[in-house]
């Protein structure tokens, strides 16, 4: 079977590849810096005293993690038409990518909070800290370093999860394998080839992840 | 300096505190001590109001602290609080421990906050760790520096809540050392203990909790010679005899 294995179509759509490559990386940063800044605020809402803060994000994180992406995706691009705003496709991707990522970022900054040890926060009540300064100078930094290797998780699932946009004809990389299939009907070299590159970006934030850990260590050991 | 007047608290159903009236004049040296559950640390910990209290009132340095109204940044700031498990920020140095409040609660100049913390850290026989990180320190060199921070806030009054029950036998000694060290100096200290030695030594008066309430009080002597109450004496036999 590896004999048929046809190289040199995959040499000659390789700009094709390339270009997917290059909107899938450009997607998927956008999306995640989107993200990190929904995430963030949505965390920042979740965790307030304020109920008028708390309840909408806290059926905002519930409907993204109850619903599939796909269908997520499906509604931002066959429901904002409706509404009478019209995006293109790339941007109601990213959009969709943002919103669900988002929900999931801010549920793991939660965690990393709640993760810091009650005495901290006691230790900087009884020396006169008030609430932005705990969080500022003792809670946030400590909960950075346990939420650097979920967030580069998430980041992963990210890159990944751009992989659907191909199904509302965003053309990216998975979308160039589908391309090399309909034109010469070569599915094995089509997606070994997709397969591949989305390896190469993972391995490379595999490797940024396992970095910012050693750099992180002392925050871990206590 | 410090007063309890009625003060009652309850976690759920489980009465913690009961009618407790206590009067703490500057500069005493009152040694907390009872079965554990007896609501000692719970009495401590509602002085800086980490703990609320159902009924009541407490009153530190004239300002009642369970007020609303109570400017509890500077009442925290004149007491000092020391715990079981020391709790210093493992995401920043000694120096940077007990620099935090003064610069940003006291809002000392940096330069000055750093000369006072190098002093306390030097008091507390630490100098040669400004640099390290807590995780580098043994447990009672991070009991010395938890001190250490809070002195550096210079506070008339100064709480501990067993602040030698989590370390190693030979490192009791040396927390201890600081706090006679401390006792002599006129900063009213309320110090929640089983240290039987450090209470016989230092302390004006030795206070004995049960069932969230005051059972005797006396001098250390009085006390733990000869206890008025059953319970007391029963307490005493039992941690003198392990």
Redesign the interface.
């Known amino acids: 079977m590896l004999t048929d294995f046809n190289f040199r179509v995959i040499l000659e759509y390789m700009p094709l590849f390339l270009e997917g490559l290059k909107h899938t990386v450009f997607i998927a940063i956008i999306a995640l810096v989107l993200a990190l800044i929904t995430g963030i605020i949505a965390c920042a809402c979740r965790i307030s005293r304020f109920k008028i803060l708390r309840y909408p994000v806290i059926t905002y994180i519930e409907i993204i993690r109850s619903t599939p992406l796909l269908v997520q995706i499906y509604f931002f691009y066959f429901g904002l038409p409706t509404l009478g705003v019209s995006v293109p496709e790339i941007q109601t991707g990213i959009i969709a990518l943002m919103l669900n990522s988002g929900a999931y970022i801010a549920e793991i900054i939660r965690a990393g909070i709640k993760s810091v040890d009650q005495g901290q926060i006691e230790a900087g009540l009884s020396s006169g800290l008030n609430y932005v300064q705990r969080m500022r100078f003792i809670i946030l930094p400590q909960a950075f370093g346990v939420t650097i290797p979920p967030l580069l998780g998430q980041a992963i699932v990210l890159v990944k999860d751009t992989a659907l946009l191909s199904l509302i004809s965003v053309a990216e990389l998975t979308r160039s394998g589908q391309t090399l299939t309909s034109e010469r009907f070569m599915p094995t070299e089509a997606f070994l080839t997709v397969a591949f590159f989305y390896m190469c970006i993972y391995f490379g934030l595999k490797t940024l992840a396992d970095w910012s850990q050693k750099k992180l260590i002392f925050r871990e050991a206590y | 300096m410090i007063e309890f007047k009625g003060v009652n608290k309850w976690f759920g159903k489980l009465h913690v505190l009961a009618e407790i009236n206590l009067f703490i004049p500057k500069g005493e040296v009152l040694v907390i001590c009872g079965p554990s559950g007896s609501g000692k640390s719970t009495l401590i910990r509602c002085i800086?109001k980490?703990e609320p209290i159902q009924e009541g009132e407490i009153i530190v340095n004239e300002m009642s602290v369970h007020k609303p109204s109570t400017n509890?940044?500077?009442?925290?700031?004149e007491?000092?609080?020391v715990?079981q498990?020391f709790?210093?920020?493992?995401?920043?140095t000694v120096l940077q421990n007990i620099m935090?409040?003064p610069i940003?609660?006291k809002k000392i100049a940096k330069a000055d906050a750093e000369k006072i913390a190098r002093e306390k850290l030097e008091r507390v026989g630490l100098s040669e760790k400004a640099a390290a990180?807590?995780?580098q320190l043994s447990g009672g060199q991070q009991q010395r520096v938890a001190i250490a921070?809070?002195l550096a806030?210079s506070p008339e009054i100064m709480l501990f809540d067993e602040p030698t029950s989590a370390l190693d036998p030979e490192m009791i000694g040396e927390v201890l050392d600081v706090m006679v060290g401390l006792a002599s100096e006129g900063i009213t200290m309320c110090v929640v203990t089983h240290e039987m030695g450090f209470a016989k030594k230092v302390a004006h008066r030795v206070l004995f909790m049960d069932e969230g309430k005051i059972i005797e009080t006396g001098k250390p002597g009085a006390f733990f010679d000869n206890p008025k109450t059953d319970r007391a004496a029963d307490f005493i036999s039992k941690i003198l005899t392990h």
Request: proline content about 7%; overall charge positive; aromatic content about 14%.
């Open positions: 800086n980490l509890l940044t500077k009442l925290r700031g007491v000092g609080f715990f498990q709790h210093l920020y493992p995401n920043m935090l409040a940003h609660v990180y807590p995780i921070r809070n806030m």
